[in-house]
């Protein structure tokens, strides 16, 4: 009884470890990283710096919710580059060759996204094909229509709403919008994820498919919305980066793919096992985003941010072993004959 | 009997017999649009047609192996990328067996510490092997900023002689012949289809794991070698696209993606199949941002069909005879002959 105690003091601290201490020690992190920039740059830290961190987190957020989810739930989406060059090309073509509506072309690249979020989502789950190849495959034929879309012009200038709205010209209260944004994406990503039960069904489905499924959940629709979401997270961030980039360019979308992954990851969620917390994905995002900063200001060759990037993660990789491996032990060593039963 | 309908659907159904109906096809297409368009076809085409597979055949090979035993390994594309920099920009005048043996040697390695993170730290493999590709691509670009080196002229020169990529290519089958049937093949199969048995039945399961991890890493070392043979200099992003087509070829060559079940002759039609796609498209003239989506679509056909006759087969076998995988008898009596 008092061991069975024990077990759930340690779950929670657990708990408590991924929902309060891995976010704040990630954003102090962050902090750190900016701080220490200035042993590189004379220009570091500096108020336009957190903006610029703040403004790109906003950006990266808004990919890496749908990623998470995915994620969470046994996934990985690939196809982010290619939905945000379309989503991006949709917009900027409509407004600025065929003289559309803003409001139309936003929503025309909105739905786009989604649908082919939801594409992805039914290859995945009903026909049970590999998450990665799927998207993979399916970000190569989107470019290949953004290529179509945007086919003998050369990059379309994009809605000057969109540019007021996400390049930081725009400001509220002298704060850039997107820099606001962040924490705005940043509530309803937690609403989202951890309050509603949109968010618990992905909790449900990633920690236990058959346990999904024996309570009853609609498991193929389940998974099929996280990679809608996914979609529509993306198609969002492409209307975003538009205005943030002044065009729509085809590489709109490729340098934020490894970043979602990243910040996911790093954020302390383990692929396809329900763990995992939109608060430490966010600041994960921070910290992610200072190092990009930091090292842009020394001037370094841009390969290293990768491999910083790859060390990062395979280091946040071990620490969500760590915690997790400790339960598991004290587990198994209760009851040495719980391993699973041989099949016969 | 050969030609009943029966037959001929098990054929089809089968990844490698399916992986050869569609190469066949898609070559037949190729070879007969471009007969008929008056540019004829001459040998030094297809020639060049099988150098330019020999790097994504050797890489889809080891994606293969990995697929087989169960896990994913998505490092194929970093390994290629780092090997093509480091030949170019520094050993261009080595010994080109040297560079051959060193760069296989680097691939295991990459493949062992891969191997080490996923079996020691019991961490999932797409996430160990997506960072590593992550930093390996990053250092490839670090060695060499712009396209530029040359890689020991013995190599380019050397998989261009007639013969010599149709002769590695048969090479490359007898040697899965022979590694099917070993005892590391068969555990391989085994830890795939069902790794619980494997474990029950006392074999040093991690053993087994890490072996196929530096394997597929050598491997990946060779195809390497081979794509900068094929390039003929070095370009830090030029192996990017391997990460989507050594997949691809796996799938379409019939691999399941549930471990167990796949075969490298399957993905090396499948590689084949893979770069004829664009011959075929070329041929028949169409533009830029179609091949593009066609390209896409196909694999994403290719990777429905599987997973979809895996599906169908899963439940045939379920229902026919749960556990009667082909591979146990013979498991049994590899492990009998081990400890004798």
Redesign the interface.
């Known amino acids: 009884m008092s061991d069975q105690l024990a077990i759930q003091a340690q779950q929670r601290r657990s708990s408590r470890m991924q929902t309060i201490y891995r976010p704040l020690i990630l954003a102090a992190l962050a902090l750190l990283v900016l701080v220490a920039g200035r042993l590189v740059s004379e220009s570091l830290p500096s108020w336009i710096a957190v903006q610029t961190v703040l403004s790109l987190s906003m950006f990266l957020s808004v990919v890496a919710f749908g990623q998470g989810l995915v994620m969470l739930t046994g996934g990985l989406d690939l196809s982010v580059p290619g939905v945000i060059a379309l989503s991006a090309s949709i917009v900027a073509v409509w407004v600025s060759f065929m003289d559309g509506n803003l409001f139309v072309g936003v929503l025309l690249a909105l739905g786009v996204s989604l649908l082919f979020g939801i594409v992805n989502g039914v290859l995945v789950s009903v026909l049970k094909a590999p998450a990665f190849i799927v998207t993979l495959a399916m970000g190569a034929v989107l470019e290949g229509f953004s290529l179509f879309i945007t086919y003998g012009h050369k990059a379309p200038e994009s809605p000057e709403l969109l540019v007021t709205l996400f390049s930081g010209s725009g400001k509220l209260f002298g704060i850039g919008i997107p820099a606001l944004l962040f924490f705005v994406v940043g509530i309803i990503g937690f609403i989202i994820q951890a309050r509603s039960r949109f968010g618990r069904n992905a909790y449900l489905l990633g920690s236990s498919l058959e346990a999904s499924r024996i309570a009853g959940q609609p498991v193929n629709f389940i998974q099929i919305s996280m990679y809608a979401v996914s979609g529509f997270g993306a198609g969002l961030a492409g209307l975003m980066l538009v205005g943030f980039s002044g065009n729509a360019q085809l590489s709109l979308g490729t340098e934020w793919l490894m970043p979602s992954i990243a910040a996911v990851l790093v954020g302390g969620t383990v692929i396809g096992s329900g763990r995992g917390f939109w608060q430490a994905t966010i600041t994960a995002g921070l910290m992610l985003t200072s190092i990009t900063i930091v090292i842009q200001s020394t001037g370094v060759p841009q390969g290293w941010k990768s491999v910083l990037y790859g060390v990062v993660v395979l280091v946040a990789l071990l620490s969500t072993r760590s915690d997790f491996g400790r339960r598991r032990r004290k587990q198994i060593s209760q009851s040495p004959l719980q391993g699973n039963p041989p099949k016969k | 009997m050969n030609t009943n309908p029966g037959r001929i659907r098990q054929t089809l159904t089968d990844g490698t017999g399916r992986a050869v109906f569609f190469w066949l096809i898609l070559m037949a297409i190729w070879l007969s649009l471009q007969s008929t368009q008056g540019m004829g076809v001459d040998l030094g085409q297809i020639q060049s047609y099988l150098v330019l597979s020999l790097p994504l055949i050797v890489a889809a090979i080891g994606v293969t192996l990995v697929i087989i035993m169960g896990q ?1 390994d ?1 490092s194929a594309a970093g390994v290629i990328g780092i090997v093509n920099v480091i030949i170019a920009s520094t050993l261009s005048s080595w010994n080109p067996l040297l560079v051959v043996v060193l760069m296989m040697a680097l691939g295991g390695f990459i493949g062992l510490v891969n191997g080490l ?1 996923v079996i020691l ?4 493999a ?3 092997t ?14 060499l ?1 712009q396209p530029s080196g040359k890689i020991p002229p013995f190599l380019v020169d050397g998989v261009r002689v007639p013969f010599v990529a149709l002769g590695i290519i048969v090479i490359i089958i007898i040697a899965w012949m022979l590694f099917k049937r070993s005892r590391l093949g068969l555990y391989m199969f085994a830890l795939g289809a ?1 790794p ?2 494997l474990h ?1 039945s006392g074999l040093p399961v991690k053993k087994i794991q890490l072996k196929i991890f530096v394997l597929a890493g050598a491997l990946y070392g060779l195809a390497g070698v081979f794509m900068s043979a094929s390039l003929g200099s070095g370009d ?1 992003n030029a192996a990017d696209s391997f ?2 087509t050594t ?2 070829a796996a ?1 379409i060559g019939g691999t399941a ?1 549930v471990g167990g079940r796949g075969s490298a002759v399957g993905t090396l039609f499948g590689a084949l199949t893979l770069l004829a796609i664009p011959k075929v498209l070329f041929v028949i003239g169409v533009s ?10 196909l ?2 056909l290719a ?2 069909a ?3 006759s895996s ?1 169908r087969k899963d439940r045939e076998q379920l229902l026919v005879a749960p ?1 009667s995988t082909p591979t146990e008898g013979e498991l049994s009596t590899a492990t009998k002959g081990g400890n004798a």
């Open positions: 994913f998505l993170f730290g019991k961490l999932p797409i996430a160990v997506l960072a590593t590709l992550i930093i390996l691509q990053g250092l490839a670009v670090v060695i900023p069902d619980e048995a029950l830090g990460l989507l997949f691809a799938a993606f830029d941002w179609t091949q593009k989506v066609a390209f896409g679509l694999v994403l990777v429905v599987g997973a979809f599906l556990y």
